[in-house]
């Protein structure tokens, strides 16, 4: 079956624009992450949703980052005003639920240049 | 200091050989533990998960020692094949997976 799909591939930006990088789910997951890994660094937690709840923001870098996921499934992340800081390769996942006992399954990711 | 480490590498082994992985994590209360492999400019991909009684799954072989904070994998009979990063994950008591820098695997002939 399909599985986590991301769009764009690339996107390149000018700072100070901001930027719309979307996810789409396995379909039938409730659970929803974004990661981001910039060159040489792990992988770092940014956000994520579970089902109806309130969504986990602990590891958004600013106030210029935001997610959104609506009717539970697309999600959205948004840098405002985007900063070369902010250049990484940013990876959507998502599981069947929350939990160690499920997988998580990763996108190929949007790779962001900011100039 | 950083919540789950691992060393970074490269290990440069031949065809055949065993390779170990360690991994230590910082945060006691961690409750699920991976091993993800990542090909170049590729999405990471679960390899398997690490039980405290320890698993096995064909060439690989995962340990977890809680007491220590200590998590291993082990590669029997490299393949060139099995050159990519792997990457030492914990998940805590919230559901986000925390990612070591990862340690790059090298096969040669």
């Known amino acids: 079956g399909a599985g986590v799909s991301q769009s764009p591939s690339n996107k390149v930006t000018e700072k100070g624009k901001d930027v719309e990088l979307r996810c789409d789910p396995i379909?039938?997951?409730?659970?929803l992450y974004w990661y981001r890994q910039s060159l040489g660094q792990g992988l770092e937690f940014l956000i994520y949703?579970?089902?109806?709840?309130?969504?986990?923001k602990s590891g958004l870098p600013s106030d210029r980052f935001s997610a959104e996921r609506t009717g539970g499934s697309v999600s959205t992340l948004t840098i405002q005003r985007t900063q070369q800081e902010d250049s990484a390769v940013y990876l959507c996942?998502?599981?069947?639920?929350?939990?160690?006992?499920?997988?998580?399954?990763f996108g190929p990711g949007t790779r962001l240049t900011v100039l | 200091r950083k919540e789950v480490e691992q060393d970074p590498g490269p290990f440069n082994v031949p065809e055949g050989a065993t390779v170990a992985f360690n991994c230590t994590y910082s945060?006691?209360?961690?409750?699920?533990f991976f091993w993800y492999r990542q090909d170049c400019r590729k999405e990471p991909k679960l390899l398997m998960s690490?039980?405290?009684s320890g698993n096995e799954d064909g060439r690989f072989t995962a340990q977890l020692n809680r007491a220590s904070q200590y998590i291993s994998l082990l590669i029997r009979d490299s393949k060139l094949s099995d050159s990519a990063t792997y990457l030492c994950?914990?998940?805590?008591?919230?559901?986000?997976?925390?990612f070591g820098t990862g340690t790059r695997l090298q096969v040669f002939p």
């Open positions: 996942a998502s599981s069947l639920s929350s939990g160690g006992a499920y997988e998580q399954f």
């Open positions: 379909s039938g997951h409730t659970a």
């Open positions: 949703f579970q089902g109806n709840s309130a969504p986990d």
């Open positions: 945060n006691s209360a961690s409750q699920s």
């Open positions: 690490v039980y405290s």
């Open positions: 994950v914990v998940m805590g008591d919230t559901d986000k997976l925390i």
